[in-house]
C-alpha cells in the first residue's frame, strides 16, 4: 500500500513550457486534492474532485487545469509556466470529506520556473 | 472563504518543554484536522478532531467548535517534534470539501 504518490520530485521549468504533475493513490479514495505551498506560508487548495469525472475549483485555479479519468488517479496541468508558480505542489486523497475523514498527502513536487 | 489563523508564528522550545498551539477559524467547521511538516517537506496527519479531545502518545488536541478554536499540546517536546504545524479546516456551511490551512506555527525544539 504506496498511499498517495507523486512524480517527479523535482523539477525545473522555463517559462512557457508546460508539465504534467502526476497523482496516484492506492487507498480507493473518492477525493482528491491538489495544493501549492509558496516559501514560508500554508497551502492553497488549487483544484479538487468528488470522484472519477467530477472536478472542481479551489482557491487559486488559474493557470492550471485538472482531469479525473478513473478513481486512482488525478494529473495537474499547467500550460504556460509562468514564475508565479515556482512553488511546491501537494497531492492529497481522503475516503469522504464529509464523514471526517483524514487527508492523506504525497511527498510533494518542487517545481521551479525561470 | 474561511478564515484560519493560527498562533504563535515562530516557537523554540527546550527539549522536555510542553508547549500549546492554537488554531482560531471564523466559521463553523464541518471537519478539523491537524498536520506536522516535518524538516523534509512531507505533511503528516496529527487528528481529525472537528470537536471534542483527543490524544495519542505525548499529543493531545481539542477544538471548541462553538467557540471556534482548536488547541494541540505537545508535552515533554523531542527534537523530531520540530517542524511546522498546521490547522485545517473544511466549512460546515458551503462547500465541505474545500479545506482551509491556516499559515502554521514553526516549532523548533533544542536539545
Known amino acids: 500500500n504506496a498511499g498517495v504518490t507523486q512524480t517527479p520530485k523535482f523539477r525545473i521549468l522555463k517559462i512557457g513550457q508546460s508539465m504534467t504533475l502526476q497523482c496516484a493513490q492506492d487507498m480507493n479514495h473518492n477525493y482528491m486534492y491538489w495544493y501549492r505551498q509558496d516559501p514560508g506560508m500554508g497551502l492553497k487548495l488549487i483544484y479538487y474532485s468528488v470522484g472519477a469525472g467530477i472536478t472542481d475549483k479551489g482557491e487559486v485555479p488559474n493557470g492550471y487545469n485538472v482531469s479525473r479519468s478513473t478513481t486512482e488517479d488525478f494529473p495537474l496541468r499547467l500550460e504556460l509556466a509562468a514564475p508565479s508558480q515556482t512553488s511546491v505542489y501537494f497531492c492529497?486523497?481522503?475516503?469522504?470529506?464529509?464523514?471526517?475523514?483524514?487527508?492523506?498527502f504525497g511527498n510533494g513536487t518542487r517545481l521551479t520556473v525561470t | 472563504g474561511i478564515q484560519v489563523e493560527q498562533s504563535p508564528p515562530d516557537l523554540i522550545l527546550q527539549e522536555g518543554a510542553n508547549s500549546t498551539l492554537r488554531c482560531n477559524f471564523s466559521d463553523s467547521v464541518n471537519n478539523l484536522q491537524w498536520f506536522h511538516q516535518n524538516p523534509w517537506g512531507q505533511l503528516i496527519n496529527l487528528f481529525y478532531?472537528?470537536?471534542g479531545t483527543k490524544q495519542n502518545g505525548r499529543l493531545s488536541a481539542t477544538t471548541v467548535a462553538t467557540e471556534r478554536y482548536s488547541l494541540l499540546y505537545i508535552s515533554s517536546s523531542q527534537t523530531t517534534d520540530s517542524g511546522v504545524y498546521f490547522c485545517a479546516v473544511a466549512p460546515l456551511n458551503g462547500n465541505f470539501n474545500k479545506f482551509y490551512f491556516g499559515s502554521g506555527t514553526k516549532l523548533n525544539v533544542k536539545p
Open positions: 492529497a486523497s481522503s475516503y469522504s470529506a464529509q464523514g471526517g475523514s483524514p487527508l492523506h
Open positions: 478532531i472537528p470537536s
